[in-house]
């Protein structure tokens, strides 16, 4: 496998697994919402939030908010790996921009989680990487 094709495996690995915990965090309050009772819900959310990664040994074990801003932290230096020669356009800065907000949004999370915070990082990571395909092809 030529470093190109493994710079590319590694930027789609770290978006899927990125995307995918910002789907993890933005369902979960909307599971709680429709399945706990409302006093119990702020435990069940911190408890949600302070879950940490299983497949990892248990003392290097991250919570899955540290992971999230870990991954959306890679998701650059990955794809302008796996880029290579692709141009700079105005859908590589509606990415970067869109990156940023998201980062922004991890950030906030880190800080302070609560409700329409869990919801910000999918559509923002979703549509950089509508961004991204479009940059790419185009």
């Given at each position: 496998?030529?470093?190109?094709?493994?710079?590319?495996?590694?930027?789609?690995?770290?978006?899927?697994?990125?995307?995918?915990?910002?789907?993890?965090?933005?369902?979960?309050?909307?599971?709680?919402?429709?399945?706990?009772?409302?006093?119990?819900?702020?435990?069940?959310?911190?408890?949600?939030?302070?879950?940490?990664?299983?497949y990892l040994p248990t003392?290097?074990?991250?919570?899955?908010?540290?992971?999230?801003?870990?991954?959306?932290?890679?998701?650059?230096?990955?794809?302008?790996?796996?880029?290579?020669?692709?141009?700079?356009?105005?859908?590589?800065?509606?990415?970067?921009?869109?990156?940023?907000?998201?980062?922004?949004a991890q950030l906030l999370?880190?800080?302070?989680?609560?409700?329409?915070?869990?919801?910000?990082?999918?559509?923002?990571?979703?549509?950089?990487?509508?961004?991204?395909?479009?940059?790419?092809?185009?």
């Amino acid at each position: 496998m030529d470093a190109y094709r493994l710079f590319v495996a590694l930027h789609l690995l770290t978006a899927v697994m990125a995307t995918g915990l910002a789907l993890y965090l933005a369902l979960m309050p909307i599971a709680l919402a429709r399945t706990a009772p409302a006093a119990h819900r702020p435990h069940l959310l911190a408890a949600a939030l302070a879950a940490r990664w299983p497949y990892l040994p248990t003392s290097r074990r991250p919570q899955l908010l540290h992971l999230a801003l870990l991954l959306t932290l890679l998701l650059p230096p990955t794809g302008l790996l796996a880029a290579g020669e692709v141009g700079r356009n105005g859908w590589f800065a509606l990415k970067v921009g869109l990156w940023l907000l998201a980062l922004l949004a991890q950030l906030l999370l880190l800080r302070r989680p609560l409700v329409p915070a869990l919801l910000l990082p999918l559509p923002l990571l979703l549509a950089a990487a509508a961004a991204a395909a479009l940059w790419v092809r185009g």
